[in-house]
C-alpha cells in the first residue's frame, strides 16, 4: 500500500523535542513521561483556543494505559517541574475533574 503525501502525517500531533531533549525531561519518571505524551496528543484533539482541556484521572488511566495512582503522581512531578499546569474547579462535584494545559517550551525556559 502506498502512503499519499497528504496522508503522511494525518495521525501525528505535535510533541516538542526541545521538551523531550532537556535534562530536566529526562529526569522524569517513565510514567511522568508517558503522562506528558498523552496529554500532548488529547491537548491537540481536545484543547480549546487557550490550550486548556477536561480530563479526569480515571479517563486518563484509560488513555495513557498507566494505574490512576501512577497519573496522580504523575501529574505531581509535570506540575512540579513546570511541564503542564492545571486547574480543578471548587464547583466541580466530581473530586476528580481536571482541567490540564501543556506549558509552551519557551516558557520553560529557566
Known amino acids: 500500500m502506498k502512503i499519499k503525501k497528504s496522508d503522511k502525517f494525518k495521525n501525528t500531533f ?22 506528558f505524551i498523552t496529554l500532548c ?5 481536545v484543547a480549546d483556543k487557550y490550550g486548556w482541556f477536561y ?3 480515571t479517563n486518563l488511566a484509560k488513555e495513557s494505559g498507566l494505574h490512576r495512582d501512577s497519573i496522580i503522581q504523575a501529574k505531581k512531578e509535570l506540575e512540579g517541574n513546570l511541564f503542564i499546569e492545571t486547574y480543578t474547579s471548587p464547583n466541580f462535584r466530581v473530586r476528580e475533574a481536571n482541567k490540564f494545559r501543556i506549558i509552551e ?3 520553560l525556559k529557566r
Open 14 to 35: 505535535p510533541v516538542s523535542h526541545q521538551v523531550l531533549e532537556t535534562d530536566l525531561f529526562k529526569a522524569l519518571k517513565p510514567a511522568s513521561k508517558m503522562l
Open 41 to 45: 496528543r488529547l491537548s491537540n484533539r
Open 55 to 57: 480530563h479526569s484521572f
Open 105 to 107: 517550551f519557551k516558557q
